[in-house]
């Protein structure tokens, strides 16, 4: 079946990196986009970024440009995202989400599938 | 960026009660929303995309509509699986925004 799976919660301090893992399997990597999406603790959703994985062409929100990296390898059908300068707000759930449009469809935006989740907590 | 408002933030309700959210958008995004669901310690499952258009293996129970800046996610008869958190999120321009969500609880 489709899913994602993701690497496990990480514990890191205040201005070292995290890398998260997500391998997709059960259909065809190459055609969908994948998000990610993160969540602090008791709070909301938020968007960071997408990946086209059959190019490796992203698109990441402004508030994190400089410090987020999203990479992908058509390999292994897994993305990578990796977050630098960690404070503690970065604190939370992130999830990587498949796009429900098909390339080369660019009416991207809706996610279909997503991972278990991963928290990355941030602490002195 | 566009703001997604949603209302109520939660809200006390009764299996089989009709159950109506709404989510107001910062600016015209015809009907570029998706509704999704998320109970604790889970990813969220998207319920409804393009405003009213249902996601397969979806309960037939959820419905939204709306188009514009206002937009409403209906759950018909609820029921005990239902209670959890809702969010909408426009997929008009990037960034992708959420509204701030709304909290279903048991009566």
């Known amino acids: 079946q489709v899913q994602l799976v993701q690497s496990g919660a990480e514990v890191k301090k205040p201005g070292a990196s995290v890398k998260v893992s997500c391998k997709a399997s059960?259909?065809?990597?190459?055609?969908?986009?994948m998000h990610w999406v993160r969540q602090a603790p008791g709070q909301g959703l938020e968007w960071m970024g997408i990946i086209k994985p059959s190019d490796g062409n992203t698109n990441s929100a402004e508030k994190f440009e400089g410090r987020f990296t999203m990479t992908r390898d058509t390999s292994t059908s897994a993305v990578y995202m990796e977050l630098n300068s960690l404070i503690s707000e970065d604190t939370a759930v992130y999830y990587c989400?498949?796009?429900?449009?098909?390339?080369?469809?660019?009416?991207?935006?809706?996610?279909?599938?997503w991972g278990q989740g991963t928290m990355v907590t941030v602490s002195s | 960026d566009i703001q997604m408002t949603q209302s109520p933030s939660s809200l006390s309700a009764s299996v089989g009660d009709r159950v109506t959210i709404t989510c107001r958008a910062s600016?015209?995004?015809?009907?570029?929303v998706n509704w999704s669901q998320q109970k604790p310690g889970k990813a969220p499952n998207l319920l409804i995309y393009?405003?009213?258009s249902l996601q397969s293996g979806v309960p037939s129970r959820f419905s939204g509509s709306g188009s514009g800046t206002d937009f409403t996610l209906t759950i018909s008869s609820l029921q005990p699986e239902d209670f959890a958190t809702y969010y909408c999120q426009q997929t008009y321009s990037a960034p992708l925004t959420f509204g701030g969500g709304t909290k279903v609880e048991i009566k």
């Open positions: 989400a498949r796009d429900r449009a098909i390339l080369p469809q660019t009416d991207w935006g809706t996610f279909d599938i």
């Open positions: 059960g259909y065809n990597f190459t055609k969908y986009y």
């Open positions: 600016q015209s995004i015809a009907n570029y």
């Open positions: 393009d405003a009213s």
